[in-house]
């Protein structure tokens, strides 16, 4: 429960596409909204999510994990950080 309100398990939506949302579970929506396998394949890696990654509820926690790994990674060669860097920007 500790993960879901943190940046991995977040994605900004516009406020259309929030309320279209609602409670639906991610993978439900994501077929709805983009039945088009080329088109859901371009939102996940738009969103920093791997195609081949699990999207049902029991494997959360891998997921969380992989898409927190993915935006550091993303964020690090950006700000192009080196890996041991960022442990030295924190103490």
Do not use: C
């Not at 709805?32 to 939102?43: A, G, H, I, L, Q």
Request: net charge neutral; glycine share 2%; proline share 1%.
């Amino acid at each position: 429960m500790d993960r879901y309100n943190k940046l991995a398990n977040l994605q900004l939506l516009q406020a259309t596409t929030n309320i279209e949302k609602k409670n639906r579970h991610f993978e439900d929506w994501l077929n709805e909204v983009y039945p088009n396998e080329s088109d859901r394949r371009t939102f996940l890696t738009q969103n920093h999510i791997n195609i081949d990654a699990s999207l049902k509820f029991e494997d959360f926690v891998k997921f969380y994990d992989n898409r927190r790994d993915t935006i550091r990674k993303k964020l690090m060669n950006i700000l192009n950080v080196k890996a041991g860097e960022e442990l030295a920007a924190e103490s």
